[in-house]
């Protein structure tokens, strides 16, 4: 793939992908997966759920590639929006579901229920380590950004609210954190963990 810069890369992709170009979502997916799939797997804490999540994704983006906007920022952020939205969505239906179990059951519906396997455990460890050492290794008005949007869930204004700062400042500040846990996340090997499980 001959050099370019972010925008004029994922512009080209975005025109493809609005073409209906099969061949620019495989390069899309092949490029971004592990970071859809780690970024879904920290927020559900759920191998399978990432998958689906990660599914998903690639699935919106597919059937409504002109949501994306290239002079809002990269695709790399754009999908780690999709992908937290999306991962988040899962989890609230996850415990509204066990709590419908619950409820029918008779059971106490704040019970835990059965954990991961083993190895789903050891996995989502692993990739947990790893997102935590990218998340620390970012300098820190980044850092700070990238932990109340995606470890607290706030949203871009309310980060800019918590770090006093503008809102285009916290929405550049997300971007170039998440482009940094990319870089760093594959840097680490992610994405050959994350294809060797699937």
């Known amino acids: 793939m001959a050099a370019a810069g972010p925008c004029t890369t994922d512009s080209t992709l975005r025109d493809r992908l609005v073409a209906g170009e099969e ?4 390069e899309l997916y092949d490029r971004y997966a592990p970071l859809v799939h780690g970024l879904a797997l920290r927020v559900t804490g759920n ?10 994704v690639f699935v919106q983006v597919w059937e409504h590639p002109a949501r994306f906007d290239p002079a809002r ?6 999908l780690g929006v999709i992908a937290h939205r999306r991962a988040v ?6 415990m509204a579901h ?11 519906p704040d019970t835990p229920a059965a954990g991961p ?23 820190e008005p980044q850092r700070a950004a990238v932990r109340l949007a995606y470890f607290e869930d706030h949203s ?3 980060v800019a609210a918590v770090l006093g ?3 285009g400042t916290a929405k550049s500040r997300l971007r170039l954190g998440l482009a940094g846990l990319a870089r760093r996340l594959a840097g680490a090997g992610l994405s050959a963990d994350v294809e060797g499980a699937t």
């Open 23 to 26: 061949a620019a979502l495989a």
């Open 47 to 56: 191998w399978s759920a990432a998958q689906d999540v990660t599914q998903e």
């Open 73 to 78: 920022g990269g695709l790399r952020s754009w």
């Open 89 to 94: 969505d899962w989890v609230r239906r996850e």
């Open 98 to 108: 066990r709590r419908t179990a619950a409820c029918v059951a008779g059971a106490d």
């Open 117 to 139: 396997g083993p190895a789903e455990t050891v996995l989502a460890a692993e990739v947990c380590s790893l997102v935590r050492l990218a998340v620390e290794a970012l300098p």
């Open 156 to 158: 871009y204004r309310q």
């Open 165 to 167: 700062i503008p809102e």
